[in-house]
């Protein structure tokens, strides 16, 4: 075990060499490697947004169906009589 310093909080916490050496051991935690990837990528950011924007889209193809269906109602009706 070497102590070294957290990549993301500075903190400084025991890895294991082998760990070390495979490019591991970098991070105190999970959470600390997410911070760290997120702040270089932004991964979690436009996962956010991307839901986001399939929310709002939602109502707007709700009522759009509905619309489309009472419109064939009324002309089927049309049409027969
Ligand atoms: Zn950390």
Redesign the pocket.
């Known amino acids: 075990m070497t102590v070294v310093a957290?990549r993301?909080?500075?903190?400084p916490?025991a890895a294991r060499v082998a760990d070390i050496n495979r490019g591991w051991g970098k991070?105190?935690?999970k959470s600390?490697k997410a911070t760290e990837q997120e702040s270089r990528t932004g991964q979690h950011r436009t996962h956010l947004q991307r839901r986001n924007a399939e929310t709002s889209g939602e109502p707007e193809g709700f009522s759009t169906a509905q619309f489309f269906s009472n419109e064939a109602d009324g002309e089927n009706t049309g049409d027969v009589f």
């Not at 993301?8 to 903190?11: H, S």
């Open positions: 957290c993301a909080c500075r903190k916490f991070f105190c935690s600390c």
